[in-house]
């Protein structure tokens, strides 16, 4: 009877006793309570049993499930498993067993497992069944049915009931073949893992080495970009990065020190692009190399040289006592740049442009001010005549920012067109008229009145500012002239003459920007005259020349102004198509006074002469300077003595008055 049966049985117990009851409701209540406590008993007694009942159904369930689980062990056991009594008798065999022994499963039960051994080994079994001890890899010959003997490796133990009495054996039979087999598998198995083993080990190995290969190079790499991320690629030095980042740990340093005391230097090599220029880039880089190896040899080791860029070159000099230390080094470098630079055989010579900036001149807190102040100063030093050094003050920074305001207000002067042309009479000496008038630039600053040239055209050079502000005085200037012409017929305004700085020569469309100006303003290719000076010439040979043929063929004058204040000679001009020689008016002013000045211009104006050019003296101040260039047969001239710079209007008012001299 399974659980749920028994189950029901009770309960059907349960309501007949309860039936009782009720029909003995009359009965007197001592006799029905003690039938009701023997019910509650009994209710109790039937609850233990069917838990009990319920707990013994589940161990079976349990044990059902182990049975089983072992009965497939012994049934798909790949080795043959036999069961026997004492007697030696087969109780239960496996597939492997049956077919090790060649029976059927079923027939195999109930036969003497001695049927199996082979003759010659039945005595030895017997020996060991009537001797009983544990056997383990216990080789004997079994002989299957209707097969031939072969030998077997046997191991058995007892089989003990719940009393603890030997009741049967357990037999594993396995054929040594098959064993053998499966060991000579097994080592196979083990072999083949072996040399998998080593060979995944030698590319563990091999991989391991390439990783670590890797990562050395990888290393090096770091390194290298490291290096390269702070050094500069042509010399090795530090490069801007690796200064800014030493400048700003020394700031921070005197920070915390008020004693300690450093220095920046900035040196700008003079002359480097013609350097550059002349030898070519490779000589240059070579140049380059030369210097910063130098620069080395000036300072300590504490101290860091670096290159910024081009020929700019920085020093930070740490922990010096005062400024007499700084100069120190700034001396020692510029004796070291006078001896000369040996290139592919070649010797060459340099100076440099150097400024100083101290860390205690202004309470610097960025490494970026540090820097600005040296450039300054260096700056400085080159306006000054260059192959010397500066100390930053408090001044040049103010000049500085002054110069920064005026860039700015002189790119507004464009927009707003604040420039002006003034227009100074250059005069025949022969005819004592004007023959035309030379074209200045001014400046009607709003806030600072009306600006000189000087005032602002080297800053309009240095910031490009005057390509666009020389363009446009050129075309202001033909334009006016061209004017006059028309509406006054004064053919007799036979020149004007507008300056060309050295960068507008430089200009490579040049030729097609006059092109261009004459043709919109009608004025005669003739009438115009360019003045240049002698660093357009000097700086641009080979170009120059190309440039000049261009502007005499289109019939346009040439003049050198300034001359005697640069760096040629009339040797040299001859070269060049130049019809006009103008002496600078520092020799003009002493003629008079200086017996020696005097013999200069007219040797000048002789050699003027005699190599096809004419000359005009500027900045005549006085009668007596007149009469000399006359008597010297100087053709034209011009100062302030025959009429100041004028504006358009009153210059169109002199013209109509045709002054004589």
Request: glycine share 6%.
């Amino acid at each position: 009877m399974n659980v749920d049966a028994f189950s029901q049985e009770i309960e059907k117990l349960c309501l007949q006793i309860q039936g009782l009851l009720q029909c003995n409701g009359t009965k007197a209540s001592l006799q029905q309570d003690t039938i009701t406590q023997a019910f509650e008993e009994l209710h109790t007694a039937m609850e233990e049993l069917l838990t009990a009942s319920e707990e013994l159904e589940l161990t079976r369930a349990v044990v059902e499930k182990e049975r089983q689980r072992y009965q497939d062990l012994f049934e798909f056991a790949p080795d043959g498993y036999l069961v026997t009594n004492t007697a030696g008798i087969i109780l239960e065999a496996n597939y492997a067993a049956a077919t090790l022994l060649g029976v059927h499963q079923k027939h195999l039960v109930g036969k003497p497992l001695i049927l199996f051994i082979a003759q010659q080994d039945r005595r030895c079994f017997s020996f060991q069944m009537n001797n009983f001890q544990e056997l383990l890899n216990w080789e004997i010959n079994l002989q299957p049915r209707g097969g031939d003997p072969f030998p077997a490796i046997s191991k058995a133990s007892a089989v003990y009931d719940f009393q603890g009495k030997q009741v049967g054996w357990r037999w594993l039979l396995c054929k040594i073949s098959d064993h053998k087999q499966a060991e000579e598998m097994l080592y196979q198995a083990y072999d083949e893992l072996e040399i998998r083993v080593a060979e995944r080990t030698a590319e563990l190995v091999q991989a391991n080495e390439k990783l670590l290969t890797e990562i050395i190079e990888r290393k090096r790499v770091e390194s290298q970009l490291l290096h390269l991320a702070f050094h500069d690629a042509l010399t090795g030095l530090p490069n801007r990065a690796a200064f800014m980042n030493r400048l700003g740990r020394a700031i921070d340093y005197s920070k915390r020190h008020s004693d300690y005391l450093f220095a920046v230097l900035f040196i700008d090599l003079d002359r480097f692009k013609v350097i550059n220029d002349s030898l070519g880039h490779l000589k240059g880089d070579q140049f380059l190399l030369a210097i910063a190896g130098r620069l080395e040899l000036c300072v300590r080791s504490i101290d860091t040289a670096a290159r910024l860029g081009g020929d700019e070159f920085t020093i930070l000099l740490e922990g010096i006592q005062d400024v007499a230390d700084a100069i120190k080094v700034v001396e020692r470098i510029q004796q070291e740049l006078k001896l000369p630079f040996e290139l592919d055989g070649q010797e060459v010579f340099t100076t440099a442009s150097i400024g100083i900036a101290l860390s205690s001149t202004v309470d610097y807190k960025h490494p970026e001010e540090l820097l600005r102040d040296a450039d300054t100063a260096m700056y400085r030093a080159k306006l000054l005549g260059r192959a010397r050094y500066e100390l930053f003050n408090s001044d040049m920074y103010a000049n500085t920012l002054a110069k920064l305001q005026l860039e700015s207000d002189l790119r507004r002067a464009i927009e707003r067109l604040e420039f002006r042309v003034y227009y100074q009479p250059i005069v025949s000496l022969t005819k004592g008229s004007i023959l035309g008038f030379e074209a200045l630039l001014y400046w009607q600053h709003p806030e600072h009145g009306l600006l000189n040239p000087a005032d602002f055209i080297p800053l309009a050079e240095e910031t490009g500012l005057i390509y666009s502000i020389g363009n446009w005085a050129l075309y202001e200037a033909c334009r006016q002239v061209q004017t006059w012409r028309m509406c006054h017929h004064s053919n007799f305004i036979e020149k004007i003459s507008v300056n060309l700085s050295l960068k507008q020569f430089s200009q490579p469309d040049l030729i097609e920007q006059i092109r261009q100006i004459l043709r919109s303003t009608g004025l005669d290719a003739s009438t115009l005259v360019l003045e240049i000076t002698e660093s357009v010439i000097v700086e641009n040979a080979d170009k120059a020349t190309a440039v000049l043929l261009q502007l005499r063929e289109m019939g346009i004058e040439l003049s050198i102004d300034d001359f005697g204040t640069g760096y040629s000679s009339l040797g040299r001009l001859y070269n060049f198509p130049i019809s006009v020689l103008k002496i600078d008016r520092s020799f003009i002013s002493l003629i008079a006074s200086n017996s020696k000045n005097l013999e200069i211009i007219e040797i000048v104006i002789t050699l003027a002469h005699k190599l096809g050019m004419d000359v005009l003296a500027e900045g005549v101040e006085t009668k007596e300077q007149l009469a000399l260039l006359r008597k010297l047969n100087c053709e034209y001239a011009q100062g302030n003595f025959f009429s100041v710079p004028l504006n358009s209007s009153v210059a169109e008012a002199l013209i109509m008055t045709n002054p004589r001299w």
